[in-house]
C-alpha cells in the first residue's frame, strides 16, 4: 500500500491550517476567528431610590442618549425648583449697585464742593464718603457672586436630577432586563443590559509562520466561516457548503497584533475590527474568516 512520507502531510496540513492556496497563487486567508461585541453595556443608575417606570422590554432598539429607566425623583424636583427661584432674583445685586451708585454721587459733590471752596466739606467726611464707596463697590462684587454661587447651585441641581435617570450610551438593543418597576436599587446595581453589534471584532490566532503577511491597519474582508466567499482558487481551508452566500464579506482592518507569539501553537493574537457591520453579516459568537487584501510586509 502507498504511503505518503509525513513530511508531506505536515508541509499539507501547515497549507490548510494558514488558508494559504496549494500553489501559492490564492488569497491569504486567517481562519477560526472568534466574533465579538465590543459595545455590550450594563447600564446602572447614579443614586439609590425605587424605579418609577416600567424598563422597555428585551428585544427593544434603543438610541444613545435616550433614557431608558427613572428612579422616583420627588425630593431632588423639589430642590431644582428651590434652586431656580434664588438664581433667577439679582434684586440684591441691583440694590447693591444703587447704594454704590449713591455713595460715588455724594463722594463727588463733596469734591466738587471743595474745588468751588477748599475746606466746605472736612477733609474727614470726605474720607468717610470715600470708604463708603469703597464698601458699596465691595458688597455688590460679593451680591454677584452670591448669585454667580446660586445660578452653580441650580446647575448642580439639575444635574442632581438627571442622575435620577439612565440614558444609553450608544445606540442598541436592550438584551437583558434585570430591575422592574417599583424595585430598589442601590447605586451601582445593574438594571438592564446593552448591545450594540453594528461595530465588531474579530479575535483570531494567526500561525506564527505567516506573521510578515500582515500590519496593524492592513484592510481585510471578514466573512463567516461557511462561507463560500472566504475561500481563493485553491484554498481547502474552509467549508463551500454555505447556508448564507455572499459575494463579498465586511470590510475591517487589524487593529491588533499581539507581539508576543504562543510558543506551544505558535500563533500570535489578531484583532480586526469591522466598522461597519450595520446588516448584522457577522453575528457575535459565530466562527470568521479573515481574508488579507494586501498580503505585503509592514510600511
Known sequence: MFRIPSAVVLCLGLMLCSGTGFGGDGPTVLTGG???????????????GVLAREISPEGTRVQAGQVVAELED?????????AEVLASSDADVRAKKNAAELALVELERARFANNRTAGTVPELEVKRLELTYQQALLE???AEKELELNQRRRDQAAAMLQSYRVKV???GVITRVMRQRGEAVRQGDPILELVNIDRVRIALEAP????????EGMEVQVFLADSPSTSGPNDRSVSLDSSKPRTQGCSGRITFIDPAAEPLSRTVRVHVLVEDNSEQYLTPGLSANVTLIRPAAAP
Open 34 to 48: 472568534r466574533i465579538e461585541v465590543i459595545d455590550r453595556a450594563r447600564l446602572a443608575s447614579d443614586q439609590m
Open 208 to 215: 506564527l509562520h505567516l506573521r510578515e503577511q500582515f500590519f
Open 140 to 142: 455688590t462684587e460679593r
Open 169 to 171: 450610551p450608544f445606540s
Open 74 to 82: 420627588d425630593i431632588p424636583k423639589a430642590a431644582l425648583a428651590a
